[in-house]
């Protein structure tokens, strides 16, 4: 199913079963010595000595031939064999079995009825059996009916009996119930840990536990879970087309941790408990909806019996307020001259009370607003004063903490400052002290130019690269360009071997002085002797990788120049294919719109003038939508139901290839990432060589962006077009890396000029100070250039890798983001 899964290590019993019910394994040699008429469990222990001691899970006591071990589940178990024999053989009367089979109870019917399967293997003789009965039994029983039959063992039918519970578990879905003693004294509310954990870990509940968190027992096809689950997820997040997505989609909104689960290719795997809870989240949700229908249900119902009960209860309030109107009319009739006379008296001494009433509420009014808005203002000046007198008070506060902060830091700082200014100034007296010290600094600077030179190599490889990009987008111009560029880095070469040339006559200069100086040292003599050999011997092997680089170079541009042709060929020979295919597509859809347009002229000439209908009208709106999706429509023209098919196959070819080409970029994205991943994971001593990796993948990075941003383009414009704005695009790239390789080179070379500098007047600095000594100047070294070194190293490393992190970021952000208008772009097409 192409999911991860680890491999469950967990403890099999089989080897235990086989020992016990294998051919010649516990049960089949008791059974054996069962049929013998001598048997005996002595004899059978000896059987079981010789046979079963090749099995691991069965050994053999140190002390005593009466008993054995056998390794269980639980732990080991040691067996006495005494009286196995007699229990095995099961001797007990037929007619007493016989009696119980004919008993009334239906239960101790079926508990003694006769098993149809015999197994001949398995089974003792009659016979034999009843010897051993009359050897224990007063008096001999007489034969019976089915004394010709054989009987069974106990081991036998305990084999059978767990062969069908074998076969009924695997052809069902059993549910397991433990019961757990909580204490072996049989006492209540006395609860054991230790025992309890004990059990369970012997009936294998633990185990098997275990086992089922560590897998995924709940396996589901994308179908059945979407049929089953569908109601946990909303109508937007569905898609028919892609069982799959929708099923993650249900997923991530119901269960958060994603390790509970894993998709397949075909099925969905769940851990334990999952399916459960999504069980229980769909009952949840059915019930949700089902008392959701209810609702409505019974509000339809209870509206109707409302609207029933309305027309009624209306019926009769029409005919009583009838009635009750025509008496009330009466009544009116009856008091209108009443009110007449009283309405005028009424009203004369209600304006009394109520002009008396609002001269009195105006006047309490107006004092209390008056209080209210004096005691306002004076909070508000009080408020006001006690702010300005905080915030007064805070400032002068804030600012002497401020100057005893700063003041402490200060000390801290000239404390800390003057520690390691006097313990640099021990280790610098120190080390100028030390010849040693001055052989190592010589080492630290051979290294350094060791790892310039490494630099310089690839520099000159990420150049080469450059070229090589520039020999891709022009034709003959561009290698003529690279040639002199590789020309150029030839005469920087021989430049820089000069200038080591100048540097190993300025040390043999020095080593002459101090022949002369020390003349009457020997072994002074034979240093300078040794170290002049030595970088002798530099030179020379400098001056060999300096001619086989050049071979490599030229070598390489070649190579390189061949590739570029097969490569550049290749591409332009697709781009032109597409652009034909797309010119085929853009002259067919203009023959479509002169078809069309003559039939929009004689409808024209045959109606007079053009009435628009509403297919006509949806139709010019679903133009004016398409447009800037790469389909040619006119907002006038009159759409047929003929050529909508034809449109959509172009758009869907169309978003086919751009959908190729997002995956093939996604491929070179996932490369560029691993080859990241891999780089990143090497020592520190491939740190320079690492930094330029990082460059060149950088490099990649953003042409993939740029190849992006072109195919987003080129959705919305025509194929030529777009083709060449790549092209010019990508020469302007690979200008400026080139720009970048040159640059780098420069500071190359001002660095070699700078340590040359600084190697010549430390020499001239060894010289002036020990003039007796016998220590070569060449290895003498100032401490701080190298820690200047190496920390501007270190911070370039750091800003690569930060500017790098940023570019996989912006990139990730594009690259979703070019998804996302392929998906609208495809959703309008559809």
């Avoid at 697709?574 to 010119?583: F, G, I, M, T, V």
């Avoid at 270190?794 to 790098?804: A, G, M, S, V, Y």
Wanted: hydrophobic share 30%; with cysteine; proline share 2%.
């Amino acid at each position: 199913e192409g999911i991860e899964w680890k491999f469950i290590d967990f403890y099999d019993n089989q080897p235990c079963i086989d020992l016990i019910e294998t051919k010649l394994g516990i049960l089949d040699l008791l059974d054996e010595e069962c049929r013998m008429p001598k048997g005996s469990d002595s004899s059978w222990a000896e059987k079981l000595y010789s046979k079963c001691s090749k099995w691991s899970h069965f050994t053999k006591p140190r002390f005593g031939n009466s008993s054995f071990v056998l390794k269980h589940f639980a732990d080991k178990v040691e067996y006495d064999v005494s009286g196995f024999l007699e229990k095995n053989r099961d001797t007990v009367l037929e007619e007493q079995v016989n009696v119980l089979r004919t008993s009334r109870n239906k239960l101790i019917q079926k508990l003694f009825s006769e098993d149809g399967d015999d197994d001949g293997k398995l089974a003792v003789p009659k016979p034999k059996m009843r010897i051993s009965i009359q050897q224990k039994s007063a008096s001999p029983a007489p034969p019976s009916s089915s004394s010709v039959k054989n009987k069974k063992t106990v081991g036998s039918q305990f084999r059978d009996s767990l062969n069908a519970l074998m076969k009924t578990l695997n052809s069902t879905t059993p549910h397991y119930i433990r019961c757990i003693k909580p204490n072996d004294d049989k006492k209540a509310f006395n609860y054991n840990p230790g025992r309890a954990v004990q059990q369970l870990r012997a009936c294998g509940v633990l185990e098997t536990i275990r086992i089922s968190a560590a897998g995924f027992p709940s396996r589901w096809q994308y179908s059945d879970f979407l049929k089953r689950y569908r109601a946990l997820t909303c109508s937007k997040d569905i898609h028919r087309e892609d069982l799959r997505l929708t099923c993650e989609n249900i997923l991530n909104h119901n269960i958060k941790d994603p390790d509970k689960y894993k998709f397949g290719k075909t099925k969905l795997f769940f851990r334990a408990g999952q399916v459960a809870y999504l069980e229980r989240l769909r009952s949840e949700k059915l019930l949700y909806c089902c008392i959701k229908i209810q609702t409505a249900v019974r509000g339809f119902l209870v509206r109707r019996r409302y609207t029933r009960t309305l027309k009624a209860t209306n019926t009769l309030q029409r005919y009583l307020r009838g009635f009750l109107a025509r008496r009330r009319v009466e009544g009116m009739r009856r008091n209108k001259a009443a009110v007449i006379m009283q309405k005028w008296v009424r009203r004369w001494v209600k304006q009394k009370q109520y002009q008396r009433t609002r001269r009195t509420v105006l006047g309490i009014q107006k004092y209390a607003r008056g209080l209210l808005a004096r005691q306002r203002y004076q909070e508000m000046r009080r408020n006001r004063a006690a702010i300005k007198i905080q915030t007064c008070v805070r400032g002068w506060l804030c600012r002497v903490r401020y100057a005893r902060q700063r003041h402490n830091i200060i000390l801290c700082q000239s404390a800390i400052r003057r520690f390691l200014a006097r313990r640099r100034f021990r280790k610098m007296k120190r080390e100028a002290r030390s010849a040693e010290n001055l052989k190592k600094l010589n080492k630290g600077l051979e290294n350094k130019i060791i790892s310039l030179q490494q630099k310089n190599g690839d520099l000159i490889k990420e150049l080469t690269q450059q070229k090589n990009l520039i020999a891709e987008l022009n034709d003959a111009k561009v290698r003529l360009s690279a040639q002199k560029n590789l020309e150029s880095t030839l005469k920087t070469l021989r430049q820089e071997l000069q200038e080591k040339d100048n540097i190993i006559n300025e040390l043999q200069m020095g080593l002459k002085s101090l022949q002369d100086i020390n003349k009457m040292k020997e072994e002074s003599e034979a240093l300078s002797k040794k170290r002049e050999a030595v970088i002798t011997e530099e030179n020379e092997r400098i001056r060999t990788e300096l001619s086989k680089l050049e071979n490599d170079i030229v070598n390489l541009k070649s190579q390189k120049e061949d590739e570029i042709d097969q490569r550049l060929k290749s591409e332009l020979k697709q781009l032109c294919d597409e652009r034909n295919a797309e010119r085929a597509s853009y002259q067919k859809l203009l023959a479509e719109k002169d078809v069309l347009e003559s039939r929009i002229e004689t409808l024209e000439r045959t109606h007079g003038k053009h009435k628009r209908s509403s297919s006509d009208a949806s139709t010019v709106s679903v133009q004016d939508e398409d447009v800037g999706y790469a389909s040619v429509r006119s907002s006038n023209s009159f759409r047929d139901d003929t050529s909508t098919p034809e449109l959509q196959v172009v758009d869907l070819n169309l978003v086919l290839k751009l959908q190729q080409k997002v995956r093939v970029l996604e491929r070179e994205n996932h490369t560029l990432h691993s080859k990241l991943s891999e780089k990143e994971d090497k020592g520190m001593n491939h740190q320079p060589f690492n930094n330029y990796k990082v460059e060149e993948l950088e490099v990649e990075n953003s042409r993939l962006k740029n190849d992006l941003n072109l195919i987003r383009e080129a959705v919305a414009s025509d194929t030529r077009t777009g083709a060449n704005s790549a092209l010019l695009e990508l020469r302007r790239q690979a200008e400026f890396w080139q720009e970048e390789a040159k640059r780098a080179m420069d500071e190359v070379a001002s660095l070699r000029e700078a340590l040359g500098h600084r190697t010549s007047s430390t020499s001239s600095l060894a010289r002036s100070s020990y003039p007796n000594s016998d220590v070569d100047n060449s290895l003498i070294n100032e401490d701080g250039e190298l820690i200047l070194a190496f920390e501007a190293q270190k911070k370039t490393l750091r800003q690569l890798e930060n500017e790098r992190q940023n570019d996989l970021m912006r990139f990730g952000i594009e690259r979703e983001e070019l998804v996302g208008e392929l998906e609208r772009v495809r959703a309008d097409n559809d």
